[in-house]
């Protein structure tokens, strides 16, 4: 309780006094010691059912590790929501150069929108997708090649049980359709109650009949290869080559696979005048006030995701979920908490009426405010400091030192400007100074070298106190980044359309630190 966490400060002076309480106080205030998430294997088991999605396409193809594993893990589950929710449209809002947006549309046929406010990287989406097409159909095989390695794995590992199938399976009639298209009413919280969705939902619950190892590797390799024709058909007819290899004689096909051929010609033919696609990158500016339909035309029942969201971002997707009827699911990873706009901090600078910061009824009544400096420790990355990842030391310590160039030789607070990333371009502490005095437009020719080296000798010694400072930040971090979040999951409690919602841990905070998303679903229309 609170009481055992009294000593961390000193009652008089606030000073910080025991850091072994600290500690251990950041922890159990985390989001992962709370229990507030719902695991990700609970929401997968109840959005899916009976039904196991599988992928072969190995991302890492065409995506660095960090961008693979989020890419990997966020469409899989964004596919079973729209599964369950039964919607073919997505919104991918911040959706920067398209990773997420072109592997949803092309390994799970969803059709995508991907906003984005920059339009290089609306331009830099479609030359990629442009591309990606072209080797899809590599990936495609590599996949199919994978499918079979983990087929023949399974099946070396059951060997009896599929020979008791086989011999059941093969004293029972299979002529018995209308069992294999039933469909039954099932809820989320039978599956899994710790989810906590209250809604009905129709989902096709009927289970692939049971046959002999040698009928179901058929039908695998079919139903994967009508998966690749789907994908094919998308696509402009002069994306992918057709190898020599797979052309045979007319005579050799069946009459199911020429009228097979004969509808993927008049498909690819069609796409000649109009390169169809599954993916549209659109360029958009995104606020809380935001027309959807003014952007995309053919809006329909859909789901917003959002892939690391900056700042206000975030907020808004969660703000425009709510609002808009044909929105019936959102799935939204934010970050960059610095760039949180906050309601009551800095209020005379900003007279707007939509912030990032807080969303919820209750923190609003209380007044609450993180201040920037809190937010940037938000941004911290805790676990990658746990496995030796350590934070840039010396980085921090020439910034800190600029600053007090600045505000004693320069006289200057505050500023609109940004030094960026000079460090890594600066060969030394006076080139890094010079380089960021530029950048901030300060003249520089009055601040001989040696007055430069004079700061950093000054407090070259105090690089210890830096470094321990920054430590505590960085386990400070995750109180301040559950504070954000359970801000964004209270708000949507808050509002009477939502069936459920929560927190999830989709990704290993060691590749991807901002793992946490923000999930929930509409109540259903009943008519």
């Not at 500690?23 to 609970?42: F, I, M």
């Not at 992928?55 to 990997?72: A, L, P």
């Not at 018995?176 to 129709?202: H, K, R, W, Y």
């Not at 995309?296 to 709510?322: P, Q, S, W, Y």
Request: with cysteine.
């Amino acid at each position: 309780d609170d009481d055992t966490f009294s000593n961390v400060f000193c009652e008089n002076s606030k000073k910080l006094i025991n850091v072994h309480l600290f500690a251990l106080a950041a922890k159990y205030y985390s989001l992962s010691n709370l229990g507030v998430c719902t695991p990700l294997e609970d929401i997968l088991e109840a959005l899916r059912g009976d039904h196991q999605g599988t992928t072969g396409i190995k991302t890492d193809e065409f995506m660095n590790n960090k961008k693979s594993h989020e890419v990997q893990v966020m469409s899989e589950l964004v596919d079973s929501i729209a599964n369950y929710c039964g919607i073919k449209q997505v919104i991918d809002i911040g959706s920067g150069k398209g990773y997420l947006s072109s592997f949803l549309s092309m390994q799970y046929n969803l059709k995508v929108y991907g906003i984005d406010s920059s339009n290089t990287n609306t331009n830099g989406a479609h030359e990629r997708n442009r591309k990606l097409k072209k080797h899809w159909k590599a990936y495609q095989s590599r996949g199919r090649a994978n499918l079979k390695s983990q087929r023949l794995e399974k099946a070396n590992d059951r060997p009896v049980e599929s020979e008791i199938k086989c011999k059941a399976i093969s004293e029972k009639p299979l002529n018995n359709d209308s069992s294999l298209q039933s469909q039954d009413q099932v809820t989320i919280q039978d599956l899994v109650p710790s989810c906590g969705f209250t809604e009905v939902a129709t989902s096709e619950t009927s289970k692939q009949t049971e046959v002999d190892l040698v009928t179901q590797t058929q039908s695998d390799e079919s139903k994967l290869s009508e998966e690749v024709l789907a994908i094919l058909n998308v696509l402009p007819a002069d994306a992918v080559e057709v190898s020599s290899s797979s052309q045979c004689s007319c005579g050799e096909l069946c009459e199911e696979e020429r009228a097979q051929r004969k509808m993927a010609s008049l498909k690819a033919k069609a796409t000649k005048s109009s390169e169809s696609n599954l993916y549209f990158p659109l360029t958009s500016c995104i606020t809380a006030e935001t027309e959807l339909s003014d952007i995309i035309t053919d809006l329909e029942d859909c789901m917003m995701v959002g892939l690391h969201t900056c700042g206000d971002l975030a907020a808004n997707t969660l703000r425009i979920f709510t609002a808009k009827p044909e929105i019936k699911a959102v799935c939204s990873v934010g970050c960059c908490y610095h760039l949180l706009s906050e309601q009551f901090e800095n209020q005379e600078d900003c007279p707007q009426e939509v912030w990032g910061f807080p969303m919820c009824q209750y923190l609003k009544d209380k007044g609450w405010c993180c201040g920037r400096n809190a937010r940037m420790s938000a941004c911290l990355a805790l676990e990658r400091v746990a496995v030796g990842q350590m934070l840039p030391t010396e980085s921090l310590f020439y910034r800190a030192v600029l600053q007090v160039i600045i505000e004693e030789i320069y006289g200057v607070t505050k500023s609109d400007r940004h030094v960026g990333k000079t460090f890594s371009k600066s060969s030394s502490f006076i080139d890094y100074v010079r380089k960021s005095l530029k950048k901030l437009e300060l003249d520089d020719s009055k601040l001989p070298d040696s007055c430069i080296m004079d700061y950093h000798e000054k407090y070259k010694h105090r690089m210890n106190e830096l470094e321990a400072f920054n430590m505590l930040k960085v386990v400070l971090a995750p109180c301040i980044e559950v504070l954000i979040l359970l801000d964004r999951l209270c708000y949507l409690k808050e509002q009477d359309n939502i069936a459920w919602s929560g927190l999830v841990k989709l990704f290993d905070p060691v590749k991807s630190p901002r793992c946490y998303a923000v999930i929930a679903l509409k109540k259903q229309s009943r008519f």
